[in-house]
DNA sequence: AAGTGGTCTAGACCACAAC
DNA sequence: TTGTGGTCTAGACCACTTT
């Protein structure tokens, strides 16, 4: 039960009741929990109580809303923290911005000597290009360069390119990742790149390169680049 | 200004009157934006609009809040997204979610050849050990293992170890990062990090390691070691 | 039509920081 | 003491989904 006479503010004390129940599985994955008025009689509290608690569990990725229906458990334990480290469009989701995607460039191509070493391909196969622009509020956030084996053709067949590539990988294309890696080094900007990405003229970039392995294959099936501007170095802790 | 027969809400309209003025640099950074009253009066809105807004705002990086005092200009820039390849600590901060660190074990320890690949360094040389559990909302979310070279005397010394290292990397010891090395596995659990991890019997964890190089040297300074629950297979896209 | 969450107002009292 | 953001209430109207 909330207490009023606690020194710990009603929505993070409702909060903690209902993230009990869902621990303790009195309300079940995917199952309804009871609506804002009945947290509001259930308590003894106003409606910005209950959406001030339940808003903070959406956050923490607990539980999730739907329009005109009402508000359910997505999961019991926690994901913290490492979300980005598999999908861009979800760490942006995760903090409430909605992303876009722009599809600038798609090409079947050819590979020489320098891409092979980059693709950490051993021999030369098929060899398919995507280029992205990722948006966040009208502001170009990275341009994204992708490079995939003959995996693509279905994905350029049956999904949508400007959503979650990482989504596709990982829900829909029925694979076993076997190893991610992931080098990052900070550089100047190419002109090209100024334009594209609206940047100063001081600002530095960093490269994130990104090799996905699959289902015991020894070779990535996709290599990708992100081209970021850098503003990592004084953010606000 | 706001209009209220825009189908669009008043606090996203807000918010991007605000968002504006920080873009074209009315408001610069560090300076006090008007307080929560006088947004109310100059865009005749009520305070949960304007609260509303802000929040937006803080969440996305923009501004933020001093207790009993104001709201600030914290960037012009978005920086969304990309800070979490660093820093666990920052990417739960971000969504409003407070971590905690507790140092289990640290030491200076031996250099077997196993662990000096590992390390990618070629020859032997100072090594200290740190090993953290971290933690959100008392659940552990994720076991570190640090090694770092001698400069870890400085930040032993020096820093509160239980916060994030990232930050007193990148903010407090003014040093250049030069590359970020980074690979992901999926694998089994051992029982020691089932009971660590509070883990239930079948679930797979991610080993996460990462290879920090600074100030132009060949070999990295840093190497660490995450263990992680894996949900990615079940990431509510 | 009924029920849900989404948006919005007007007002209140509080804790905190600065003067 | 004053002004700030933090918390909370009661009430209103809306758009959306299902019946």
Redesign the pocket.
């Given at each position: 039960m909330v207490n009023?006479r606690k020194?710990?503010?009603?929505?993070?004390?409702?909060k903690e009741e209902i993230l009990e129940k869902i621990k303790k599985e009195k309300w079940t994955i995917d199952s309804?929990?009871?609506?804002?008025?009945?947290l509001?009689e259930s308590y003894?509290?106003?409606?910005?109580?209950?959406?001030?608690a339940?808003?903070i569990l959406v956050n923490e990725g607990y539980i999730y809303?739907?329009?005109?229906?009402?508000?359910f458990v997505a999961r019991k334990n926690p994901t913290y923290g490492f979300e980005p480290l598999i999908s861009l469009t979800y760490s942006l989701k995760a903090r409430g911005i909605r992303a876009y995607n722009k599809v600038v460039e798609k090409d079947k191509i050819h590979i020489d000597q320098l891409l092979l070493d980059k693709l950490k391909w051993t021999s030369t196969k098929e060899c398919y290009y995507l280029k992205r622009l990722r948006y966040v509020e009208n502001t170009p956030i990275a341009i994204e360069h992708s490079y995939f084996d003959e995996t693509f053709k279905k994905i350029d067949k049956e999904y949508d390119l400007t959503t979650s590539l990482a989504k596709i990988i990982i829900e829909d294309l029925n694979v076993n990742i076997d190893r991610v890696e992931q080098v990052i080094v900070p550089r100047k900007p190419k002109d090209m790149e100024k334009l594209e990405l609206n940047l100063e003229d001081d600002k530095l970039i960093l490269d994130l390169e990104r090799w996905i392995y699959i289902n015991n294959n020894p070779e990535p099936f996709y290599y990708l680049k992100f081209v970021i501007p850098s503003d990592i170095y004084n953010y606000p802790f």
């Open positions: 009023r020194p710990i503010p009603l929505y993070l004390q409702l309804q929990i009871p609506t804002e008025k009945e509001m003894n509290v106003g409606r910005a109580t209950v959406r001030e339940v808003s809303k739907k329009k005109g229906i009402g508000t």
